[in-house]
């Protein structure tokens, strides 16, 4: 049932990000909005107002310019919104499965002509107060967003990014495209040749999910003559079929402002804005016109069937594990008919008894089906999806899925299912509010801007909302959803059934096909080549290790510490009593949404009966009660509550290795439905019926699938989760409750479900009785004052009903001592952790806060991204405790070789006063980042709970802004102790990990055959 809430929020959110509609409600901050001056069709430094229009959903004023010179368009949305943001997006479809497009995301951010260092995206990551800073590329789009609350930081960031747009080095460094793209490396005439690069590493991480390799091959057979059959990314087969010279000509081609456009949001002084662009870069160049139109497919005559696999260990078992999928290409749809065929897909498969999920649960065609509607290219796109099901199933699969849909039509849907519209109708409700409540709305009003320009659309349109809704809302009667089905789908011929299947050993064939390749590869060079070849390798390894000048560095803006806010942002905390509970207000405007959180104390279960905690908080909402079968409170959850969650966890005690576990409850709902939220919780904790046999079963082997279906993609959590349980007793419990130990567990009770299912129930009804006691209970409510009174009759009432029962306090002790594992999942790259435990007095959080940025931004980006290939590395210092990590690594050892040197680093560190007041910056930065009001209150509670002092936070501050070069030359030696006595834990291909065999106490498959 959670997963059916997660899918409702999921359709709105889809909605709001690709097709443009935001519900919206005034705010008060954005009274005021629209003082600006200017009018339409006139000039502005360069730039024609072509358009101005004040949108009263969102209290903003959206003009539309134009250059005159360079043809670039540039939308600039206006408000009172202090998190300003800067966008420039190009389009680029894709010819091909290289990934150039991504590659030259990448490689453009190395380097321009007014900013000649190698990493200029680096350095303003690393010193300035930037909210946001990042580069994606899209289907058929490439953009690079970045956003400050500081509009001085905001100009420097969108310097930087113009400049390297427009710009870049590449074209007199071609090391730029080895480096982010991919290269040959060979490092002696015996060893063996290897392909590295960022992107290429990058995008082998991505295909080791089945889920990426799935939708790929719906693309593809719904638009096999379009660009969107392609990989935008890059299929990592294929990248390295690119040249330096094809990639040169593709930015050629695009990265001009004719063929651009910009973005702007906030409060800014938009025409010191426009002077700045148009004087320092879209004066310089003329139009152009640049083809980048994109061929529509001709629908297909009948249903398409194509196959695909994903890979599987060797020997593994592949039964039920099979993805089958039908789907529709959706051409020349209305708006409104959009957003009905979002909902359409929570209508068909939404619960266990929407008509198509009960049907194919009942004919056991997988275990778990969804549909849904993607907007992401310029064909939206409906898919119906089962998960671990078998090829044979695919004629049944199809035949079911038709006639369910033909009898929809022609008898309709039944009463249940028309019902749920009042449960979507209750989401979007709360999904707006928290929206436009957003700290990061103005990333969700960008989206739907650069969306309008990019197919030709009127962004006014999109964010004009209500009158959309309304239109959509006077269709959805009579029949309207059945004519949905009979119109796009049923009589769609565009149609496609994809089978994925699993192979087994198709990784480490794969493996073995490239290294093969690139055997035979060697042997067609010369000696002569071959020298050439270790050459380059050895030229790239230089160019990457060789600092930038001094001059070069600073040519980069920055700001001064006068700029930076030396004062906390508290969020206020009321203590309160209710029925002798603790409760803890957080007074924050919160847009009319109640957000509460209620803390049980679950340090009362015992040891052997952890693993049934965690599979409590999975079960939870999603089982019987004594009023409700879990379908009818299903129902009932999402027509009065916006989320209701349960989650086992635990609050490390502040300056303390000891730690408290919890059951955290969140429920959020209109605070005119809390009252019903909480009668619908007492519902559950107390009245939940866990003999449901079947859908208990069901759920068991879901979360097992999922697991497993996931562990490609996992390996940083599996890492990352096993390092901390080397080091601390807190690490050992939350490890326990969440990692491989508890999908053990899951595979024990599938594998012997009948024989300990009344085990299993009597364990649940146990630990939930434990639980879900007044002892030690915290609560905390986030909203207004107003709201507040509501909550507190609600609570009152619903606290009485709260079992008051004392148990005694359990002391864990888990003997689970092994350390230095190597953990083997279906990936073609590792995830690496290294984790060990600070023996010092050295305890300033601020300036270990000033560390990590230069370890991370510094030595860890530079050794394990740029050279190493890496798409990322970091470190975590936590007083104690520091865990180094990296991700989608082609490397093992060499990683946790250069995690070992990393004192040596900092022993040596050296830095003049303009570099360590930019990381002072950086790390300033960090700790101003916007975050939402539900969020805020979350932070506040892990204060109270942890015992953190708020004076904490103030001197986190003054020790950021008095850390100096010798704090870092200090914690050198600290970090060196601590090497000397770390562990490591590595999840990864099995190739790599058995190479490396001598470095593991023990080597593990995740899944067992």
């Given amino acids: ?41 006139k000039i502005y430094n360069g730039f024609e107002l072509k358009s101005k229009k004040y949108i ?84 058929d789009y490439t953009t690079y967003p970045v956003a400050s609350k500081n509009e001085k930081d905001l100009e420097n960031l969108m310097s930087v990014y113009l400049d390297a747009v427009f710009y870049p ?147 593994s078992d592949i039964k039920n594990k099979t993805y089958l999928s039908l789907n529709y290409a959706i051409n020349n749809i209305s708006d409104e008919d959009s957003i009905g065929m979002n909902i359409l897909s929570y209508l068909l498969t939404g619960s266990d008894y929407s008509p198509l999920k009960k049907e194919l649960l009942k004919n056991n065609i997988g275990l778990d089906s969804s549909a ?101 809302k006077k269709k959805i009667s009579e029949r309207y959803f059945e004519n949905l089905i009979e119109k796009y789908l049923l009589n769609n011929k565009h149609s496609s059934l994809v089978i994925l299947n699993p192979k087994q050993g198709l990784e480490e064939e794969n493996i073995l096909n490239l290294r093969k390749k690139l055997a035979e590869y060697k042997s067609t060079l010369s000696n002569k080549e071959i020298d050439k070849l270790i050459k380059e390798t050895q030229e790239l390894k230089k160019w990457q290790e060789t600092p930038d000048s001094k001059e070069a560095i600073n040519s980069i803006p920055t700001l001064s510490l006068s700029d930076l806010n030396t004062k906390v942002d508290n969020v206020e905390t009321i203590e309160k009593n209710k029925n002798g509970i603790k409760v803890l207000l957080h007074p924050v405007f919160t847009n009319d949404i109640a957000y509460v959180k209620m803390y049980f104390d679950t340090s009362k279960v015992p040891q052997d009966k952890l693993l049934y905690l965690e599979l409590l908080s999975i079960v939870l909402g999603d089982m019987d009660t004594d009023k409700h079968n879990y379908m009818e409170l299903e129902d009932e959850i999402n027509r009065y509550l916006g989320g209701i969650s349960f989650k086992a966890t635990t609050f490390g005690k502040y300056n303390s290795d000891k730690y408290e576990p919890k059951m955290i409850v969140g429920i959020s709902s209109l605070n005119d439905k809390i009252y019903k939220s909480f009668e619908i919780l007492d519902e559950i904790i107390n009245h939940t019926k866990f003999t449901n046999k079947d859908h208990l079963k069901e759920i068991i082997q879901m979360e097992r699938a999922s697991f497993e279906n996931n562990i490609g993609s996992a390996g940083m959590g599996i890492a990352i989760s096993r390092a901390k349980s080397y080091i601390s007793d807190e690490g050992k419990y939350n490890d326990y409750l969440n990692n491989i130990d508890f999908y053990k567990f899951m595979c024990d009770l599938d594998d012997n479900f009948d024989k300990k299912y009344d085990e299993i129930v009597k364990n649940l009804e146990y630990v939930n009785k434990l639980v879900f006691n007044k002892d030690n209970l915290l609560v905390s409510y986030t909203g207004d004052k107003k709201g507040y009174s509501k909550f507190e009759e609600a609570f009152s009432s619903f606290s009485n009903k709260i079992r008051d029962e004392k148990y005694p306090v359990q002391t864990y002790n888990f003997n689970n001592n092994s350390k230095n594992e190597g953990f083997i999942i279906p990936s073609k790259v590792q995830y690496i952790t290294k984790v060990g435990k600070i023996e010092s007095d050295f305890k300033e959080s601020g300036k270990l806060m000033v560390i990590k940025s230069i370890l991370d931004n510094n030595y860890l980006w530079q050794e394990v991204r740029v050279k190493g290939g890496a798409y990322g590395g970091g470190v975590s210092i936590r007083n104690n405790s520091v865990m180094f990590v990296s991700w989608e690594d082609p490397n093992l050892k060499e990683t946790l070789n250069i995690f070992d040197k990393s004192f040596e680093y900092l022993k040596n560190f050296n830095a003049d006063e303009r570099e360590m007041t930019n990381f002072i910056i950086g790390t300033m930065g960090s700790l101003d980042y916007p975050i939402d009001p539900a969020d805020k209150g979350a932070m506040a509670d892990s204060m109270y709970i942890t015992q953190t002092p708020l004076e904490e936070l103030q001197r986190i501050r003054k020790e950021v802004l008095s850390t100096t070069v010798e704090d870092v030359r200090n914690y050198g030696s600290i970090l060196e102790k601590m090497l000397k006595d770390s562990y490591h834990c590595v999840a990864g291909s099995k190739d790599k990990i058995e190479k490396n065999k001598d470095i593991f106490d023990s080597i593990k498959n995740v899944v067992e055959n």
Avoid at 63 to 74: T, V
Avoid at 78 to 98: A, V
């Fill in 1 to 41: 049932m959670k997963k059916y809430l997660k899918s409702i929020i999921s359709i709105l959110i889809l909605t709001l990000f690709l097709n443009g509609f935001l519900f919206g409600i005034q705010i008060p901050v954005y009274a005021d909005s629209v003082n600006t001056q200017l009018v339409e069709n």
């Fill in 56 to 139: 009263e959903d969102i209290q903003s004023t959206l003009m539309e310019f134009e250059h005159i010179k360079s043809g670039a368009k540039l939308y600039y949305l206006q408000n009172n919104d202090d998190n300003k943001r800067f966008s420039i997006t190009f389009r680029t479809p894709p010819k091909d499965n290289t990934g150039v497009n991504h590659i030259i995301e990448h490689s453009v951010l190395c380097g321009s002509k007014n900013y000649p260092v190698k990493d200029p995206f680096l350095l303003m990551k690393k010193q300035s107060l930037q909210t946001f800073l990042n580069a994606m590329t899209g289907p």
């Fill in 169 to 315: 080095n590449i074209y007199n460094n071609p090391k730029i495209f080895k480096q982010e793209g991919w290269h040959y490396e060979l490092n002696s005439p015996d060893s063996e040749i290897k392909i590295n690069g960022i992107v290429y590493n990058e995008m082998k991480g991505r295909y080791s999910s089945p889920y990426r390799i799935l939708f790929k091959e719906i693309t593809n057979s719904l638009y096999p003559d379009t660009i969107y059959k392609f990989e935008s990314g890059g299929n990592p087969n294929e990248i390295p079929n690119l040249t330096y010279e094809q990639f040169l000509k593709t930015h050629k081609k695009y990265y001009v402002p004719s063929n651009c456009c910009i973005f702007l949001y906030g409060n800014l002084d938009i025409e010191k804005t426009l002077k700045f662009i148009d004087e320092k870069y879209l004066s310089k160049f003329d139009r152009k016109k640049v083809d980048t139109s994109i061929k529509k497919q001709k629908p297909l005559s009948k249903r398409k069937v194509q196959l695909g696999y994903y890979p599987v260990p060797k020997n």
């Fill in 372 to 472: 849904m509607y993607d907007f992401s290219y310029m064909h939206p796109t409906f898919s119906i999806l089962v998960e671990n099901a078998n090829e044979q199933d695919k004629e049944k699969f199809e035949k079911i899925v038709d006639d369910t849909l033909r009898k929809i039509v022609k008898e309709g849907f039944d009463e249940q299912s028309k019902n749920k519209l009042d449960s979507i109708f209750n989401s979007y409700e709360i999904s707006k509010r928290t929206l436009t409540n957003s700290a990061f709305k103005g990333q969700i009003y960008e989206n739907i801007v650069v969306n309008a320009w990019l197919y030709n659309q009127d962004a006014v349109k999109y964010l004009k909302i209500d009158s959309n809704f309304k239109n959509f």
